[in-house]
């Protein structure tokens, strides 16, 4: 990736020993488009970027996982800024160029000891091959890193598409505990990537359910530099830059719900034939959201009248008598009525994969949406109910 660079750093904000401080850096000002999360109850640091992601140009984003620093009043907000300052200074540029982001523990206050002591190591040891660093900083209860890297080409000139994020839990599309950074080295206009960000982020992050709950601190944060010299001019260019942004983001929702929190399986749910753009989703939606339903593909059971009754309750125009349901390619409701056992015992069989594609038919319309999500185990009671042990 042209013009940046990473570090992820154990700084001791958590008491595990786990990296938990990192930077991302242009290493000149880029575009800059950011979409935060839509709960009333926010943290400091989404505060502070609502306000600096106005002018449209961003040059460094610093991270902490471990503690949300939300919850904690004017200090929260004064220890967010004093991070941006600090980090600004290490890397002669203006503070107004510096993002935070946070995610963590919800109400203690940010440890600024261990911040202060830290920045400078940061800012002085960055380096292009410190992504993967980066991303292992920004974890909380994630297994896994999420990392997703893909190239276009604009006018004859190849760019860059680098996408890292964080979520395990409290995901549900409005975004969710997640933490996303895009970085790429074309050139855009700030409102452009704005456009393109919050489309993408249409159809991935705001696709997908762990829990269905939505947390305090989501950001998604895009940086353009331009350092490949592929510059987006018109309308032709940006559907170029969108389909790999797209391909990234989908990329990115996908990992963090295969990585949920208690998660065995990955499961889509795809809705066609539905009156309306809204049926579509709402039905998506519903089924993705059943706790019933997850239950029903972690215990490998084809009840497919929870997914059919999901339906019925999401409020969308339905026919029970022109449902068509698939579990992978087995049909298990032709017409609203039943396959029978053997069909099952077939769909038992298809659900012991760890990925699963529903495909429900309403059979009126020609409006198709869908959502990606997990099962429900009981692992997922386990980690929140030891989340701050």
């Known amino acids: 990736m042209k013009g940046f660079k990473f570090q992820g750093i154990a700084a001791g904000i958590k008491n595990n020993g786990k990296k938990d401080f990192g930077i991302i850096y242009s290493e000149n000002p880029a575009s800059a488009a950011a979409l935060f999360t839509t709960n009333k109850v926010v943290a400091a640091p989404v505060i502070l970027g609502r306000k600096r992601i106005k002018k449209g140009l961003c040059q460094a984003v610093i991270v902490n996982s471990g503690n949300a620093n939300c919850f904690t009043g004017e200090k929260g907000i004064k220890d967010a800024a004093e991070t941006a300052k600090i980090a600004a200074e290490h890397l002669g540029i203006t503070e107004d160029l510096v993002m935070v982001a946070s995610t963590g523990v919800i109400g203690a206050p940010l440890p600024m ?145 295969k990585d949920g929190e208690g998660a065995t399986k990955l499961a889509e749910i795809i809705v066609k034939g539905a009156a309306s753009a809204d049926d579509a989703y709402n039905v998506a939606e519903a089924v993705a959201h059943s706790n019933l339903v997850k239950t029903a593909i972690y215990g490998e059971d084809p009840n497919w009248g929870r997914v059919v009754a999901a339906a019925g309750r999401s409020g969308a125009a339905l026919n029970p008598d022109k449902i068509d349901l698939k579990f992978g390619d087995v049909f298990l409701v032709e017409k609203g009525a039943w396959a029978g056992e053997d069909a099952e015992k077939k769909a038992a069989r298809v659900m012991k994969q760890d990925e699963l594609k529903i495909v429900l038919n309403l059979n009126i319309g020609n409006f198709s949406d869908f959502f990606v999500f997990c099962d429900f185990s009981e692992n997922y009671v386990k980690i929140n109910a030891d989340y701050r042990s």
Do not use: H, Y
């Open 113 to 257: 000891d261990v911040i202060r002591k830290n920045i400078p190591f940061l800012t002085e040891n960055m380096g292009q091959n410190f992504l993967g660093d980066f991303s292992e900083a920004i974890l909380t209860t994630d297994k896994l890193s999420k990392i997703s890297e893909k190239k276009g080409v604009i006018r004859g000139k190849e760019f860059s598409v680098t996408g890292v994020a964080k979520g395990s839990g409290m995901i549900r599309p409005d975004m969710a505990t997640m933490l996303a950074f895009v970085c790429t080295d074309v050139e855009i206009p700030a409102d452009m990537l704005k456009l393109s960000l919050k489309q993408g982020c249409n159809r991935s992050f705001n696709r997908i359910s762990v829990d269905g709950d939505t947390s305090t601190n989501d950001t998604v944060l895009a940086l353009a530099n331009g350092a490949s010299s592929a510059v987006v001019k018109d309308n032709q260019d940006q559907v170029i830059f969108q389909e790999i942004l797209n391909r990234v983001l989908l990329d990115l929702a996908r990992m963090i719900v």
